[in-house]
């Protein structure tokens, strides 16, 4: 049978509502999904992610083949797979012979350059239509972000806000406030009962992916812990209902908290579903400022909510890809050093370091204050190379992609884009961990301790970077006390900072 149109779908837009899907006609149009190897081994991703990828995209195909598409597939395990999704592209669409090829712009730079790459190799014409997902678009970031001298995520999400009437009252901010931030930053009372998330049991289906996965990816890392994550839009529907009913309305009180082995907490657990498709933005936020409306959250949780997703997460696609392909290569502090085995292993005797490492590869998830302000902080601290970072950011999560991914590590914990996203490194002593998690409690070093062998590595670490990145750093603002602290002190003190900065450097892999 003739196809006109070839809808190709790559494996994290799995939306029905897709704009690619729009005017689709069963009888005359067919839709193509491509799994290869090359998707999955750019970096070694986390084995629970790729099973993850493939287990939702294979439902999705089987729920649009049940409601009348004609789905074209290429598995993994296809004796004829070429497992690069380029050639496979190249070769289903030479087989199906369309008249027209169409897509939804690629959320990453390589696939879209890989579709861009399409209009060269075979002879039919390609049409790229808008990611409708988003509030925003690639075109209308670029222009905010032009008209701007000093780019800042607050006044991009207050436009987000005001343009799409979200938590408005008029042309105002519902509770008189554009942000509740700074009522978000309480640490976690012992006694707090954090409610249970459901978890599926994973069906035959998806345990043989899981199998084929460990047995094709044997060195990739990953977990025993069994499979629990949704693979289809209804299961993914039922967390977000769930979020809404039992989580939402401590969101923001306990956003920054971290607890020995609870890497959720009351954080949503929705960005592998709102990344791969089977959740979308808009429903999360309308679903969040209902819950305000009836009363079921404060103010400061849904706001905080809502902030992330219409916020920080178009904000950073934003800048993705406005400075791409060029915003990889940043490195605005020159730093070198290989990452830390101990990302790949979490044996260590830094407790946070473990915990938040160990949490990650357990749940191919860690939750944003655990990335940020442990696994984040310290790669920074121990001057790592901004390349290794990225690649293990972009391995080891399961909503993992580089449009996120990648402004996250390099604008947000790294700063090496020299401030473009964010106006100050996130870097920390131990006092800030201590303060917002009960890692410390059960550590081998002592956080309170500023030097010597027992001394938190945090602290010392600490303040060598704000020394060795003086000539960079000291003009900033938002640096003016801890520069003023660092002033006062003594040149033993100084020295000290210095010597057990270097013994730690020299030594990371005994730590
Ligand atoms: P919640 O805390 O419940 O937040 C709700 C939603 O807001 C998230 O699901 C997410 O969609 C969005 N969000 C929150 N913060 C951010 C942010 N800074 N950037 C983009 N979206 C945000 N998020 C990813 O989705 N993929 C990544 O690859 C990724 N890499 C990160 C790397 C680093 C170094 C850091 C510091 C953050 C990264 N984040 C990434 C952002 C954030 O940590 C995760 O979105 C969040 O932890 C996901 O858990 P959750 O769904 O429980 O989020
Ligand atoms: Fe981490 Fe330092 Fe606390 Fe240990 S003492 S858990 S290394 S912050």
Redesign the pocket.
């Known amino acids: 049978m003739n196809t006109r149109h070839l809808v190709i779908l790559f494996l994290d837009q799995l939306s029905e509502t897709l704009s690619a899907l729009s005017g689709f006609d069963s009888s005359r149009d067919t839709v193509l999904m491509i799994e290869a190897d090359d998707l999955f081994c750019n970096v070694p991703h986390h084995r629970l992610k790729i099973a993850f990828q493939i287990a939702a995209a294979r439902q999705f195909a089987a729920s649009l083949a049940e409601s009348g598409y004609r789905v074209r597939y290429s598995r993994l395990e296809d004796a004829d797979n070429t497992q690069i999704w380029q050639h496979e592209a190249v070769r289903l669409c030479n087989d199906i012979t369309p008249e027209k090829i169409i897509v939804t712009e690629p959320s990453e730079w390589r696939s879209h350059q890989a579709v861009l790459s399409l209009r060269e190799l075979c002879s039919f014409p390609v049409e790229m239509r808008q990611d409708t997902r988003f509030f925003s678009t690639k075109e209308g970031f670029s222009s905010f972000a032009s008209s701007r001298k000093v780019l800042k995520m607050e006044h991009f999400y207050q436009r987000q806000r005001k343009e799409h009437g979200v938590l408005m009252d008029g042309n105002k901010p519902i509770g008189g406030k554009w942000n509740y931030d700074s009522d978000n930053r309480r640490s976690l009372p012992a006694d707090t009962i954090i409610p249970p998330t459901t978890r599926f049991k994973a069906d035959r289906t998806t345990q043989s992916i899981v199998r084929l996965v460990n047995q094709r990816y044997p060195d990739h890392p990953g977990s025993d812990f069994p499979f629990y994550f949704a693979v289809t839009r209804k299961d993914a529907l039922t967390l977000l209902e769930e979020f809404i009913q039992t989580r939402l309305a401590c ?1 923001g009180d306990y ?1 920054d908290a971290m607890a020995f082995d609870q890497p959720w907490l009351f ?5 592998f579903y ?2 791969n498709g089977l959740l979308l933005p808009k429903e999360a936020v309308s679903m969040a400022e209902q819950a305000y409306d009836q009363s079921m959250a404060p103010l400061n949780a849904v706001e905080g ?1 809502i902030r ?2 219409m916020g ?2 178009e904000y ?1 696609r934003g800048i993705y890809w406005h400075k791409m392909p060029s915003y990889r290569e940043e490195n605005y502090f020159n730093m070198n050093r290989s990452l830390p085995a101990l990302y790949w292993h979490g044996n260590t005797k830094m407790a946070c370091m473990a915990q938040c490492v160990g949490d990650t590869l357990q749940h191919a ?1 860690a ?2 204050i655990q ?2 302000m442990v696994l ?1 902080n310290f790669a920074l601290l121990t001057e790592c190379d901004p390349a290794a970072v990225q690649d293990w ?1 972009l391995a080891v ?1 399961a ?3 580089e449009w ?2 990648l402004p ?2 390099v604008g ?2 790294l700063h090496a884009d020299g401030g473009y996203l964010a106006s100050k490194p996130y870097v920390s002593s131990g006092n800030y961990i201590n303060k917002m998690s009960n890692y410390c409690g059960c550590c081998h070093y002592q956080v309170k301790e500023k030097s010597g062998d027992k001394a938190c590595p945090f602290n010392y670490l600490y303040w060598h970077f704000l020394l060795t990145q003086k000539d960079r750093l000291s003009s900033n603002p938002r640096l003016v006390f801890p520069y003023r602290t660092l002033a006062k002190m003594s040149k033993e003190k100084l020295d000290q900072i210095k010597k057990d900065s270097e013994t730690f450097l020299e030594n990371i892999d005994d730590a």
Do not use: K, P, T
């Not at 954080?267 to 960005?271: A, E, F, G, V, Y």
């Open positions: 969101f956003q954080h949503s657990h929705l960005s709102l990344n909510f992330q997703i920080w997460r950073v998830y939750h944003h990335r940020l984040g950011y999560y909503d993992a992609y996120v991914e996250n590590v947000m914990i």
